[in-house]
Antibody, heavy 120, light 107 residues
Framework: QVQLKESGPGLVQPSETLSLTCTVS????????VNWVRQPPGKGLEWMGT???????DYNSALKSRLSISRDTSKSQVFLKMNSLQTEDTAIYLC??????????????WGQGVMVTVSS | DIQMTQSPTSLAASVGESVTITCLAS??????LVWYQQKPGKSPQLLIY???ILEDGIPSRFSGSGSDTQYSLKINSLQPEDFASYYC?????????FGAGTKLELK
C-alpha cells in the first residue's frame, strides 16, 4: 500500500540547514509528484514545494531562496533542504503524494510528519 | 498568487446538526478546489477534490459545492468523529495555497 515517512533531526540550531527525507513505498517517484507541507504548532498548513514525476520542481516564493527539493528514485526518497533556519521555521514537516483528476491537483496520501524545533 | 479565504475561523455545533464552511478564491480556480480534514496530532486527510468529488471511503454526509471563486463544504448530521479542523486548498496551480482553516468544535 502507499506509504510516506518523513525522517530527520528534531532539533536544528538557528542559522543552520535543515535536511529531511521522505521515504515512499507503494508507488514510483517517476509516476507521481511529492510535496512538502509544514505546520507551525497550533497553526495552519503551508505548502512549501513540489517535485514532479519528471524531476522538475516548484517552490513557494516565500521560501524559494532558502529551499531545495530533490530525489533519489532508486531509493524512493525525496529530500528537503532549507538553509538559514530561524525560530519561526519550527513546525511539523510533512510530505504528501500529488495526484490529479478532473483537472484538480490534490494530496491523496500523507506522511505522519516530523517535528522540527529551531533552537539554540 | 491565488489567495484562499476560509470562513468561519471556528464553529461550534452539536452532534446531529449540519454545518457549512466556505472558501473564497482570489480568482477563478475553475472548480479545482480541495478539502481536507485534520484531527489533533494527525496528518490531514483528503475529503473532496474537484470541488464536488468525494474521495473513496469518505462518508456521504460530506459534500462539496461551488464554482469560479466561491466554494462550500457541507457536513450533514454531524458525528462525534467530525469535530476537527478543515482546510481548503487551491488545486488549480502552484502555489498550492491552503485556506487558514476552520476549527469545528463540539457545542
Amino acid at each position: 500500500q502507499v506509504q510516506l515517512k518523513e525522517s530527520g533531526p528534531g532539533l536544528v540550531q538557528p542559522s543552520e540547514t535543515l535536511s529531511l527525507t521522505c521515504t515512499v513505498s507503494g508507488f514510483s517517484l517517476t509516476s507521481y509528484g511529492v510535496n512538502w507541507v509544514r505546520q507551525p504548532p497550533g497553526k495552519g498548513l503551508e505548502w512549501m514545494g513540489t517535485i514532479w514525476n519528471d524531476g522538475s520542481t516548484d517552490y513557494n516564493s516565500a521560501l524559494k531562496s532558502r529551499l531545495s527539493i530533490s530525489r533519489d528514485t532508486s531509493k524512493s526518497q525525496v529530500f528537503l533542504k532549507m538553509n538559514s533556519l530561524q525560530t519561526e521555521d519550527t513546525a511539523i514537516y510533512l510530505c504528501a503524494r500529488d495526484r490529479v483528476n478532473y483537472g484538480s491537483y490534490y494530496f491523496d496520501y500523507w506522511g505522519q510528519g516530523v517535528m522540527v524545533t529551531v533552537s539554540s | 498568487d491565488i489567495q484562499m479565504t476560509q470562513s468561519p475561523t471556528s464553529l461550534a455545533a452539536s452532534v446531529g446538526e449540519s454545518v457549512t464552511i466556505t472558501c473564497l478564491a482570489s480568482e477563478d480556480i475553475y472548480g479545482s478546489l480541495v478539502w481536507y480534514q485534520q484531527k489533533p496530532g494527525k496528518s490531514p486527510q483528503l475529503l473532496i477534490y474537484g470541488a464536488t468529488i468525494l474521495e473513496d471511503g469518505i462518508p456521504s454526509r460530506f459534500s462539496g459545492s461551488g464554482s469560479d471563486t466561491q466554494y462550500s463544504l457541507k457536513i450533514n448530521s454531524l458525528q462525534p468523529e467530525d469535530f476537527a479542523s478543515y482546510y481548503c486548498q487551491n488545486g488549480l496551480s502552484t502555489p498550492r495555497t491552503f485556506g487558514a482553516g476552520t476549527k469545528l468544535e463540539l457545542k
